[in-house]
């Protein structure tokens, strides 16, 4: 059964093992230079002026630290004080930056922000009203015109490339860490749209988990604009590529709209483009064609 609070003991109490399962494959910090070069020109095609930057949740502040050394002023929040302190140590050289514990379902600044980036497919932990939630503070943490960047996996992918074989199968994965060796037992609910991953290890008394609900690009859409968000494009993956229907990614580019008085003032896009989606041409077999 799903406990929305498995993210306090995966995250809290065993954030250092955690840490270490999730970087043992190096690909996404091995990249995180691209992956912060291409948020950067997001932010100078459609909010050139931007300046403050909140990263939630922040992790270990790969993606903070990128923002850090060209000249934004970061503020990074997690709810895992291992990750925070990582982040801090690392960012001690820089004046502007600034790490908090946090929890995002409860966030509250007291201030906002030019850009909120979610990075790395960290929406989805909760209940669909949790993740509502969250998403609403994370709008309420933007400023007037200010931009949201969401980066999660898209489910559309997940189910044509993954979902059908973990679901079937649920296969293990093995995983050797300097914190010992741990399995990893991956399932998928098609009824909830849940990814769900046990993990087992020598070090742990009982096994931990990690849970996202996977979203297609409507829900996410719709979510957004209830709240008074303007997308402004959707990408698929790190390199820029438009999203397509099977894109790996779904990276979200949204603008909190102005009030009415104000809308004169929403600075135009660097380059005028319509948000395209791009869907594969249907044969007349009924194939897809890329």
Known sequence: MFDPNWVIKTYVEYGEIIFDILTVHREAYENTPQQVDFIVSLLRKYHPDAVE???VPCGDGRISLGFLERGYRVTGMDISPS???????????????????GDMREMN????????INWFSSFGYFDEATNQRVLENFIDHLKEGGVLILDILNRDHYIQKMAAVIY??????LVRTR???????????????????EVKGENLSEPLYYSMRLYSLHELIKMLKSRNMEVLEVYGDYSGSKYRLFSPRIIIVARKKYHRDDEEKAPPLRDEETPTVRVPKVLKSGCAST
């Open 168 to 173: 079937e199968w649920r296969p293990e994965i």
């Open 179 to 197: 914190k010992g060796n741990f399995s990893l037992r991956y399932s998928f609910d098609p009824y909830t749209s849940r990814l769900t991953v």
């Open 83 to 101: 990750y925070i302190r990582i982040a801090s140590e690392k960012g001690q050289k820089h004046p502007g930056s600034r790490f908090l514990v």
């Open 109 to 116: 600044l007291s201030r906002k922000f030019d850009v909120v």
């Open 53 to 55: 930057v909140l990263d």
